[in-house]
C-alpha cells in the first residue's frame, strides 16, 4: 500500500523488477505516468485516484492491460465541471 507517500514516477519504475507484484495502491501520489504498470505482467488492481494521472492515460493503460482493475476518478475534473456547471 503506498498510499499518500511520497512514490514517484521515478521510483514506480523500480518496481517493475517486482514479477509477482498483484496489486499496489497509488491513491493520492505523484505519479503522472502509467508506463510502469503497464511492464507489471502480475499486477491485476491498482488504485489511481488523486494522482496526476489524467484520463487518457488511465485509457490507454486499460487498452494494454485491459483484464486489470483500476479504480480510478479524475476528481480535478470532476471539480472542474461541478465549477463550470454552477457558473
Known amino acids: 500500500n503506498l498510499r499518500h507517500s511520497k512514490i514517484n514516477n521515478e521510483s514506480l519504475r523500480l518496481l517493475e523488477a517486482l514479477p509477482n ?3 499496489i495502491n ?5 505519479i503522472s ?12 488492481s491498482t488504485s489511481l485516484s488523486s494522482t496526476k494521472l489524467k484520463q487518457i492515460d488511465v ?3 486499460k487498452l494494454s492491460k485491459p483484464k486489470l482493475d483500476i479504480q480510478f ?6 471539480a472542474e465541471g461541478l465549477k463550470s456547471s454552477e457558473q
Open 33 to 44: 505516468e502509467a508506463a510502469s504498470l503497464e511492464k507489471m505482467p502480475a499486477l491485476k
Open 21 to 23: 507484484l498483484e496489486q
Open 26 to 30: 497509488l491513491y493520492g501520489t505523484d
Open 59 to 61: 485509457d490507454q493503460l
Open 73 to 78: 476518478i479524475d476528481l480535478k475534473a470532476l
